[in-house]
C-alpha cells in the first residue's frame, strides 16, 4: 500500500450450485491465495455461495440458511487475512430477498450491498425471486452479526486515506444510471462488481468497454469478477471474464472458461490526484462511510510503467498518435498564418531534430493552406560550433522540402557583437553560448519583417521544462509549434516522417535522427560536436519521465524515483536516476521565468507549460521540500 498502490483480485472459483459447503471452501481457497499474494481486495462473483443459476431453490429456506452457514464459515477461516473480500449471496430481510454483497475484513461483516437493477428480460428473471429498492436501509442479523443492508455504502480505510470503495452487482454496471456514479461521487477510488454474466457472441468485447468506459468516466478503478465454471448451463454459459481497469484503461483481464484469481496493482493516489485536477468531478454523492483496518505493506509491483510515458508502445498506436500530433501541430500554425494573413514563414534551420520537427509542421502547414513551400523560409545561420554535418544536414533537408534557403553566417557580427562588450573569444562561458543565439534569434525576426511574415519556433517542451533556452534568443518566436512536444516525442515524430518519405528526404532525415543533440555553440573537436546536451543536463528520457509524473500527476518525487527505477531497469541505476531527478527539479523550479514568458503555441497533449494555460506557477517558488525529499531517497530500498 505504498504511494497509494493497493492489489486488487477478482476471484472465480470453481463452483457447484446449490452446494454452498463446497462453495464456501472455493471461497476460502482463493481468498488465502489472493492474501497470500498481497492483495488487500478479493471481488468473488454475484451468489457465489450458493450459485446464480439456482432458480426457484433461491425460494428455499433450506438453501437460505446454507448460505449464511457458509458465510459463517468463511468469516472464521478468513478472520486472520489482511484483505477485505467481497462475497455474493441470497440474504433475506423480512419479507423481501436481496441479491447481496457481503463486504468482511477480519472476521467481521462490514455491510451489505443489496443488487439495485434486477435484470427481467430475455435469459433473466431475477424478480421472480429478489426485491430491489433502492432506498433500503436496514440493519439486520446475519451469520450472528448485526450488519447494514444499504446500497449506499463506503468502506474506508483507516491507513491509506484514498482506499475508499463502493459495491454494486452485475446488472448495476449496464443502467444508464449506474450506482457506482453516486458512489464516486461520494468518494469510492475503487468500485468492485459482483457479476455473473453469460457468455454470447461479441459480449466480452462489449463487457470490456464497458468496464473501461466505466473506470474513466468515474475516474476510478474498477473490477469485475464475473461467475464461471460450474454455474448451469441449463439455458446459459458462464466464462468468468474477469476484468480489473484504472480511468479507462484494462489493468488486467482474465482468459475466459477459466478459474482462479486476476490481480492488477490499482494507483488510487493518482485516481485521488486526477480527481482533484478536474475541478468538474462531482462531489455531491450520499453515502455513509464504514472504516476499516488493514495493516499497511509493501508491494513488489507487478504493475509495468513505460520509460517513455509521451510515447505509445504499440507501432501500430504510435504511428496513428503521430499522425495525429502532426495534424494539431499544422493546424495550430495554419489558424495563426490565416488569422495574420501571412503566406511567409520563418525557421532557423540547424540541422538539428527540434528545427526539423518545426519545418516538418511547417511544409504540413502550408500544404494545407495551398500555399507555395517557397513561402518557407529557412535559414541556416553558421557559427562558431557548427559542424559540417548539420549544416549539410539542413541544406539538404531544405532542398528535398523545396523550401527557400538562406544561409547567414553570423561569425562576424557575433565576434563584433564580443569586441562592443568586451568579451574574450577565448572564454567559452555562458556568454559565449548565448550571445550567438541571441544574434540567431534577431536575424530571424529581422527577416520576417522584410518578408512579412512570421517567425516559428522551434523549442520542445524538455527544454522549456529544464529551461534549456537562450533567454530573448531560440526562446523567443512568434508561434512554437513544438512547444508541448517533449524530446523522447520529437524523435518518433521524425522517425514517423522519415517512414513515410523517399529519397534523399528520407536519407536526411534518418541522419538527422542519428547525430547527437546539440545546441552547436562551442568550437567543433576534430570536426564532431563537442556539445552534447544530454552529458549537461542529462538523458531526456529520464527528464521526460519525471517532467510526465511531476505535472500530470503531481506525484511526489521519491514516487517519481521508485516508478522511474521500475521503468528504466536495467538502463540507468539508482544512483544516477537520484542524480539527475535532482537537476530536474533544480531546473525545472529555477527556470519558471523564461516559461512565465512563452510564445503562443499548440497543446497536443495532456502535459505543457503554457503560462496561459497549464502551468500557472510563481517564479519564485521554492523547490525546497522537493529536493529535500529526493535527497534522503534510499537506492538501496525496495522497490
Known amino acids: 500500500m505504498k504511494d497509494g498502490f493497493v492489489r486488487i483480485a477478482a476471484a472465480t472459483p470453481s463452483l457447484r450450485v446449490a452446494d454452498c459447503a463446497y462453495n464456501a471452501e472455493q471461497t476460502i481457497s482463493l481468498a488465502r491465495r489472493a492474501a497470500d499474494e498481497g492483495a488487500a481486495v478479493v471481488v468473488f462473483p454475484e451468489l457465489g455461495l450458493t450459485g446464480y443459476t439456482c432458480g426457484d431453490l433461491f425460494l428455499s429456506q433450506t438453501l437460505l440458511e446454507g448460505a449464511e452457514n457458509a458465510l459463517d464459515h468463511i468469516l472464521e477461516e478468513t478472520a486472520a487475512l489482511n484483505a477485505v473480500l467481497l462475497v455474493g449471496l441470497p440474504v433475506r430481510c423480512g419479507a423481501a430477498l436481496y441479491n447481496c454483497a457481503a463486504v468482511m475484513t477480519g472476521g467481521k461483516l462490514l455491510g451489505l450491498i443489496p443488487k439495485t437493477y434486477l435484470p427481467n428480460y430475455a435469459e433473466f428473471y431475477e424478480a421472480r425471486h429478489f426485491s430491489s429498492r433502492k ?71 462489449y463487457r470490456r468497454q464497458l468496464v473501461c468506459g466505466q473506470s474513466g468516466r468515474l475516474i476510478c478503478a474498477y473490477v469485475y469478477a464475473d461467475a464461471g465454471q460450474g454455474e448451469s448451463s441449463q439455458d446459459m454459459v458462464f466464462a468468468g471474464h474477469n476484468l480489473i481497469a484504472e480511468n479507462g484503461s484494462l489493468l488486467a483481464e482474465s482468459r475466459r472458461f477459466e478459474t482462479g484469481l486476476t490481480f492488477a496493482d490499482a494507483d488510487l493516489s493518482r485516481l485521488a490526484a486526477e480527481r482533484r485536477r478536474t475541478t468538474t468531478y462531482p462531489k455531491s454523492g450520499c453515502a455513509a462511510r464504514v472504516p476499516f483496518d488493514l495493516v499497511p505493506h509493501e508491494l513488489a509491483l507487478r504493475r509495468t510503467f513505460s520509460p517513455t510515458p509521451f510515447v505509445p508502445q504499440s507501432r501500430e498506436n504510435l504511428a496513428e498518435r503521430c499522425e495525429e500530433i502532426l495534424a494539431l501541430q499544422a493546424e495550430g500554425l495554419c489558424t495563426r498564418l490565416r488569422h495574420t494573413h501571412c503566406q511567409c514563414a520563418v525557421v532557423g534551420l540547424s540541422g538539428g531534430l527540434d528545427s526539423t520537427l518545426a519545418l516538418i509542421v511547417m511544409v504540413h502547414a502550408f500544404d494545407r493552406l495551398g500555399l507555395d513551400r517557397k513561402g518557407i523560409l529557412a535559414v541556416t545561420m553558421p557559427c562558431f560550433g557548427t559542424t559540417k554535418r548539420t549544416k549539410s544536414n539542413a541544406v539538404k533537408l531544405a532542398e528535398a522540402y523545396g523550401v527557400t534557403l538562406r544561409q547567414v553566417d553570423i561569425t562576424a557580427s557575433v565576434t563584433q557583437h564580443f569586441a562592443d562588450i568586451g568579451q574574450d573569444m577565448d572564454v567559452h562561458d555562458v556568454t559565449y553560448e548565448n550571445g550567438q543565439a541571441r544574434e540567431r534569434t534577431q536575424v530571424l525576426m529581422d527577416l520576417a519583417n522584410k518578408c512579412g511574415g512570421l517567425v516559428v519556433g522551434t523549442g520542445d517542451l524538455s527544454e522549456l521544462a529544464l529551461g534549456w533556452a537562450t533567454y530573448n534568443g531560440d526562446h523567443m518566436s512568434m508561434y512554437a509549434v513544438n512547444c508541448s512536444i517533449p524530446k523522447t516525442l520529437v524523435r518518433h515524430l521524425t522517425a514517423y516522417e522519415a517512414g513515410r518519405s523517399e529519397g534523399e528526404l528520407r536519407d536526411v532525415l534518418l541522419d538527422i535522427l542519428a547525430t547527437p543533440v546539440s545546441p552547436e555553440l562551442l568550437p567543433p573537436k576534430d570536426g564532431d560536436i563537442a556539445q552534447r546536451t544530454e552529458d549537461i543536463v542529462g538523458p531526456y528520457e529520464l527528464h521526460d519521465f519525471f517532467l510526465y509524473y511531476l505535472l500530470r500527476f503531481g506525484f511526489a518525487p521519491r514516487k517519481i524515483y521508485r516508478l522511474c527505477r521500475l521503468a528504466m531497469d536495467g538502463r540507468y541505476d539508482d544512483t544516477t536516476i537520484k542524480k539527475w531527478l535532482l537537476v530536474f527539479l533544480r531546473r525545472f523550479f529555477a527556470q519558471q521565468f523564461k516559461r512565465s514568458c512563452l510564445p503562443d503555441g499548440p497543446k497536443v497533449g495532456s502535459v505543457a507549460v503554457s503560462p496561459r494555460g497549464d502551468l500557472r506557477m510563481p517564479s519564485d517558488a521554492a523547490r525546497r521540500i522537493w529536493m529535500d525529499e529526493v535527497e534522503k531517497l534510499d537506492p538501496e530500498a525496495d522497490r
Open 135 to 205: 432506498d433500503v436501509d436496514e440493519e439486520i442479523v446475519l451469520a450472528g452479526q448485526t450488519v447494514r443492508l444499504c446500497a449506499r455504502q463506503i468502506f474506508c480505510c483507516r491507513q491509506l486515506p484514498d482506499f475508499m470503495f463502493g459495491a454494486e452487482i452485475c446488472e448495476d454496471l449496464w443502467v444508464p444510471s449506474a450506482p457506482s456514479e453516486n458512489l464516486a461521487a461520494a468518494g469510492a477510488m475503487l468500485i468492485c462488481n459482483l457479476s455473473a454474466s453469460d457468455e454470447l457472441i461479441g459480449k466480452m468485447q
